[in-house]
């Protein structure tokens, strides 16, 4: 299963990924919180699995073979 997504969502998906914090994530992207968390929880719920593994102060990459970014 192939799903496009926009640009501000790959923004949003790569800096939550690299910077590993929602709060950071969203200071980066000079968005708030749920404007980032809300597109993120959407696109998982289109793919039927999750993207992030959610800590009480961390986010980290779930480790799923179905998940690949193409360039």
């Not at 640009?7 to 994530?25: G, K, P, S, Y």
């Not at 699995?49 to 480790?63: D, E, L, S």
């Amino acid at each position: 299963m192939q799903i496009n997504i926009g640009i501000r969502l790959q923004a949003a998906v790569l800096t939550l990924a690299e910077a590993f914090n929602v709060t950071r994530a969203a200071e980066r992207l000079r968005i708030t919180q749920p404007a980032l968390s809300r597109p993120v929880v959407e696109l998982e719920s289109r793919l039927g699995f999750p993207v992030f593994i959610r800590g009480q102060k961390r986010v980290h990459a779930a480790p799923n073979p179905r998940l690949r970014i193409l360039s």
